[in-house]
């Protein structure tokens, strides 16, 4: 039973986080961690005074000290420079990657036997520095990034297509940048393919706007990136892993021969319980998305002497 989760960082992304958890979960103890300890606090005081609107019980902590994630379930990390307007995702990686290895002694510290959840940008580098660090097993350190982008995904086909987004079956697997695989040639539209409703050039235009679809966001955003979709894409995973559900979600998870990847972390589909990653579902492959994959393996390789 999950009863403790602690959110490291508390800027947008981190405080939506809190505001679903307190929303939807029965908690025990709720905590916010942030190196500015006056935004953790203010952040808390905020969250805590919708209790009488809400009606939880959950205890919620703040601060700069990291003591409050003793004995977590589960700890999400959100802290680090947010992508601005003119960074690609490799900008974040020397700054975010000495947040990631601070964090995460801490977690190996004081909540050994937690899940580990990944927010923070670059999310597939920043999840494996986040394993090689813990040392925990590859099934409790998950990055959320292409269930976000499989979001993304779903709403466009809805504005392109107009259909119930339940009626819409699509996914984006691969690293959450713009490299990413937005497969079409699985996807369907109430129940039949999606190439019978819409022609090739369609559907290629549909992989681009999603792909540049954070780069948009931050454009028009400036100084700040998206946090709604995040936080709530982060929500169904922690949802998912509180109700031991085994439902299949992408996450990014490090690698051990799937998808011919070692030693990589990449989103693929995964089944979600209370322990993580149960298991990692293997999806045939077409020979275009390989190319991709042998990308993301190079493009790893090339830069792990950098974030060891």
């Known amino acids: ?27 025990a103890e709720l905590n916010l ?17 919708t209790r009488g609107i809400l009606g939880f019980s959950t205890q919620v902590g703040a601060g700069d000290d990291f003591s409050l994630i003793k004995g977590s379930d589960i700890v999400v990390i959100t802290a680090g420079v947010a992508r601005r307007q003119g960074m690609n995702r490799l900008d974040l990686l020397k700054t975010n990657a000495a947040v990631a290895r601070e964090v995460s002694k801490k977690i190996k510290e004081l909540a050994g036997d937690a899940l580990v959840i990944v927010v923070t940008n670059p999310l597939d580098l920043i999840t ?77 235009d549909i992989k681009q706007k999603v792909r540049s679809r954070g780069a948009q966001i931050v454009g028009f955003l400036k100084t700040r990136s998206a946090h709604f979709a995040p936080s709530l894409a982060c929500f169904s995973l922690i949802e998912a892993i509180v109700g031991d559900s085994d439902k299949v979600i992408a996450v990014s998870v490090l690698l051990n021969g799937e998808y011919g990847l070692t030693d990589v972390c990449m989103g693929v589909p995964c089944v979600i319980n209370r322990e993580g990653v149960k298991k990692i579902v293997e999806i045939e492959l077409k020979r275009s998305d390989k190319e991709e994959i042998e990308k993301v393996k190079a493009a790893f390789q090339n830069i792990k002497a950098d974030i060891c």
Do not use: W
Not at 7 to 20: E, K, N, T, W
Not at 34 to 47: E, Q, S, V, Y
């Open 33 to 49: 961690i942030d190196i500015c300890a006056d935004l953790a606090k203010g952040t808390a005081l905020d969250l805590e005074d």
């Open 128 to 204: 494996y520095i986040v394993n090689k660090e813990t040392g925990f097993p590859r099934t409790r350190v998950l990055g959320m990034g292409v269930s976000l982008d499989t979001s993304r995904l779903l709403n466009i086909l809805y504005k392109e297509t107009k259909l119930p987004p339940s009626s819409l079956e699509a996914f984006v697997y691969g690293v959450h940048s713009k490299d990413m695989i937005v497969d079409l040639s699985r996807a369907k539209a109430t129940g039949e393919p999606l190439n019978k409703i819409l022609d090739e050039q369609k559907m290629e």
């Open 1 to 27: 039973m999950v009863k403790k989760i602690s959110i490291i960082g508390s800027g947008s992304v981190g405080s939506s986080l809190a505001f679903c958890l307190l929303t939807k979960l029965n908690l």
